[in-house]
Structures are given as structure tokens and as C-alpha cells.
């Protein structure tokens, strides 16, 4: 994923260079900001979905159902504001938002579970928790980005048409 990422760091390094490059691919230079920061956001993701992933061993099968739970919402969460971002979908992307704060009030209580148990694998399982909630954010970042660049595509468009 950090290739992917600096790939495409480096194509937009290239648009802002070349204004006709934007324009052919139908965006402005205020928008490649936004779509940097899609970019980043993915990336990070990734980053936090590595760590769980190396730390599964450790867990293996004794994983908390609660804990599990809340990784699917997580996953629902991501690939939601993934289709709204490639899909420039403003609903989905303001659905995502709505989610937040049902889904912060989850976490804590599940990290309060954690926190609370006598759990040999209490540090894997509060890392992994953690991982997942960065992960919510970010998808929450990836959404607000959609809304960002579907407001300036619009506001680019109504300028035009006037």
C-alpha cells in the first residue's frame, strides 16, 4: 500500500505541473488537495489493518466475540466510505458520519470489557481495538473528503453555468 500511496502522491505532484492535465481529467487544483488526503487516509488504514493482522497470532481463536463485532462495523464502516468516495455518493458519505458517535460509544464499551477482564491477551486485544477505532476515523476522514470534493465539483459547476 505505500507504493500505491507514493504512486499516486507522485501523479498528483505531476497534475499540479500541468493544468491541462487536470482539466482532461475533469478536476481543478483545489480538489487534488482533498484527493491527497483520500489517498492518505486509505493508507493509513492499511497501516492499522498490517498491525492487526501480525497481531492475530497472538489472539488466534480467543478473540472476543465483542471485539470481533466491532471489527466487522469497522469494516462495513470502511468499505461504505470507500464506495461513497469512488462513487461520489454525499448520502452514503453523510450516513458514515451520522455512524460516528454510535460507534465511539461501542468502542468504549467494548475497551471497557477489555480493560476489565483478566484476559491473558489484554494488551493484543486493546491494540487491535484501538487499530479499529483509527480505522473508523479514517473511513469518517475518507467521507468528509467525498463531501468536500463532490462541494467543490458542484461549486466549480454553478461558477460555470453562470
Known amino acids: ?51 492487526i493482522s501480525s497481531l492475530i497470532p497472538e489472539v488466534g481463536q480467543q478473540a472476543p466475540n ?21 462513487n461520489g455518493k454525499r448520502e452514503i458519505a453523510n450516513k458514515i458520519i451520522d455512524q460516528d458517535y454510535e460507534l465511539a460509544a461501542l468502542h468504549k464499551k467494548v475497551m471497557e470489557s477489555i480493560i476489565t477482564s483478566r484476559d491473558i491477551m489484554k494488551p493484543s486485544l486493546l491494540l487491535i481495538m484501538d487499530s479499529f ?16 470534493i463532490l462541494a467543490k465539483t458542484k461549486n466549480e459547476t454553478t461558477v460555470k453555468s453562470d
Do not use: C, P, W
Request: net charge negative.
Open 133 to 148: 477505532r483509527r480505522i473508523s476515523r479514517y473511513s469518517l476522514d475518507l467521507a468528509e473528503t467525498t463531501i468536500n
Open 1 to 51: 500500500m505505500d507504493r500505491f500511496y507514493f504512486y499516486v502522491a507522485r501523479q498528483l505532484t505531476l497534475s499540479i505541473t500541468s493544468f491541462e492535465i487536470l482539466e482532461e481529467e475533469g478536476y481543478n487544483a483545489t480538489q487534488i488537495v482533498d484527493i491527497y488526503s483520500a489517498i492518505k487516509s486509505i493508507e493509513r488504514i492499511a497501516d492499522h489493518a498490517s498491525r
Open 66 to 86: 465483542s471485539v470481533i463485532d466491532f471489527g466487522d462495523k469497522v469494516l462495513e464502516v470502511y468499505r461504505e466510505s470507500a464506495r461513497a468516495f469512488l
